[in-house]
């Protein structure tokens, strides 16, 4: 029986209040496509506990997860080997149950994980200070264009061609509630990132410029060149790193002039599954911290004189006035960068110049033998770990065959970009250090008889 503690009266009464006609009223927002018009045809009204089970298990099956078959998946999301320790150290109970501390120097275990996980952040992006993390890399990157638009007191922001489609789509969402001028350019598929289309664009009014480093197609920007050319105009630059192992090999966006840098740490003790949970990223230069979003934990001494931790900052809307807030994000992911943390510690700064450098004599290894396949070739002048693979017929129909061979091969552009002319003969494929010599050798083959019309 469901539970409705309001009465009719009481919801006429707050629909009064608020100005509204009826319930309805209140998803004008929502498309009307996405909203129900009735029971979701083919779900029954009731089931029992087992029944229900029976059926959600056989839908499980039908997954195919990233470890059981050869895996070459990325586009924001990867698969890396996360150390059994990650996993038994965050489920300690005082990890586990730890939520965001609104009492916080209570917590001194927890602001201590949070200080040591935005020392690493700081250290990784080459920014001088980095907050105790967001809701994942999209939602970092729109409020890195916020901070930037009151930095600047500037409206608009220019999003390169090579920022992953899907930060982009929540930038624009986003943007409608703000007004802001949102300039989207579009991928092109050539070896190197156009960093002279992002150029022409900044213009007196430009608050920001976002590059994506490696970009979504796996090229690597000229930062330096975009970060000075923002900087003659006053704008600043943001940079989206979702692929954060690649730092161990490319120098570090701070270090070549970026103003904030954001990301998606998932790559890094997080793990993929099926969608989530996932883990913001996010640096900026000191100068810029009291705009930054999100909470900030320091180091102090207590009146004892021992060392001690304190939440410095914390300007989100439930602990100071809602207008001066400088964001609305409510938590910070904080079991997810305590993963993150433990598994970059167990690392160390010279495990992860290792791993990055195993990961891209992967992706050479996968890249050499995929050009070997007539009809196929690489896009990319450069790359880490991930690139851009054409081919001769529409990349879609080619992921479907890959999959019902068995092996998930990458994710094609259409899909990224499903009305973008041009891009659908590209294959984004994705190799980490969990990526085995039988598992290229067998996607070369299943690829290239799919190519040569062989049915499986």
Same mark, same amino acid.
Request: hydrophobic share 45%; with cysteine; net charge negative.
């Given at each position: 029986m ?9 919801r006429a ?5 608020? +100005?509204v ?16 018009? @009735? ?20 839908l ?17 999301? &990867?698969?890396? *080997? ?19 501390? &609104? ?5 001194? @275990? ?21 907050n105790?993390?967001? &809701?994942?890399?999209?939602?970092? /990157? ?12 500037r ?10 489609p ?31 289309a ?14 994506? &480093?490696?970009?979504?197609? +796996? ?22 790193v ?20 954001? +990301? ?19 640096? /900026? ?11 900030? /934990? ?7 004189g ?12 439930? *602990? ?9 994000? /409510? ?23 290792r ?7 992967k992706a ?61 003969n ?31």
């Open positions: 469901r539970y409705l503690p309001l009465t009719s009266s009481d009464a707050m629909l009064e209040t608020i +100005g006609a009826g319930v309805d009223d209140l998803f004008v927002d929502v498309p009307a496509a996405a909203r129900l018009s @009735g029971p979701i045809e083919g779900l029954p009204p009731h089931a029992s506990e087992m029944a229900v089970e029976r059926h959600m298990t056989a499980a099956a039908k997954n195919l997860s990233a470890g059981s078959v050869p895996f070459f998946l990325g586009a924001g999301a &990867y698969r890396h *080997h996360v150390p059994a320790s990650v996993d038994h150290l965050i489920q300690r109970g005082e990890f586990l149950t730890a939520y965001t501390p &609104y009492q916080p120097e209570i917590a001194q @275990g927890t602001l201590q994980v949070l200080f040591e996980f935005q020392t690493q952040v700081a250290r990784l992006f080459g920014t001088d200070i980095a105790a993390s967001m &809701y994942d890399g999209s939602t970092a /990157c729109w409020e890195a264009i916020l901070m930037a638009a009151r930095i600047t007191r409206g608009r922001t220019v999003l390169s061609g090579g920022l992953h899907h930060y982009g789509e929540v930038v624009r969402t986003m943007a409608k509630f703000t007004q802001d001028d949102i300039v989207s350019l579009a991928p092109e598929l050539v070896a190197d990132p156009d960093d002279a992002v150029i022409t664009q900044i213009d007196a009014d430009t608050s920001s410029v976002v590059v994506q &480093y490696p970009d979504v197609l +796996g090229r690597i920007p000229d930062l330096a060149a975009i970060a000075d050319a923002a900087h003659a105009k006053g704008a600043l630059l943001v940079v989206v979702t692929e954060p192992v690649a730092l161990g090999m490319i120098e570090a966006p701070g270090v070549l002039g970026a103003d904030i840098v954001v +990301g998606e740490g998932q790559s890094l003790g997080v793990g993929l599954q099926f969608g989530g949970p996932y883990l913001g990223l996010f640096g /900026c230069r000191e100068k810029f911290v009291r705009q930054m979003p999100g909470r900030l /934990c320091g180091q102090t001494v207590d009146a004892a021992k060392r001690g931790f304190v939440l410095t900052l914390s300007t989100r809307e439930q *602990h100071i006035r809602r207008e001066k807030a400088t964001s609305n994000i /409510c938590t910070n992911s904080g079991l997810c960068a305590l993963a993150f943390s433990i598994h970059l510690t167990l690392l160390g700064g010279e495990g992860v110049a791993l990055a450098g195993l990961n891209h004599e050479q290894m996968t890249f050499d033998r995929l050009a070997r396949i007539p009809g196929v070739s690489l896009l990319n002048a450069a790359y880490f770990n991930e690139a851009t693979v054409l081919l001769p017929r529409d990349a879609r129909e080619v992921v479907r065959d890959l999959a019902d061979r068995g092996i998930l091969g990458g994710v094609s552009l259409g899909r990224l970009f499903p009305v973008a002319d041009g891009l659908h590209g294959l984004l494929v994705a190799v980490t250090e969990t990526t085995t010599d039988d598992d290229i050798e067998a996607f070369a083959v299943a690829l290239e008889a799919i190519l040569a019309g062989e049915t499986a």
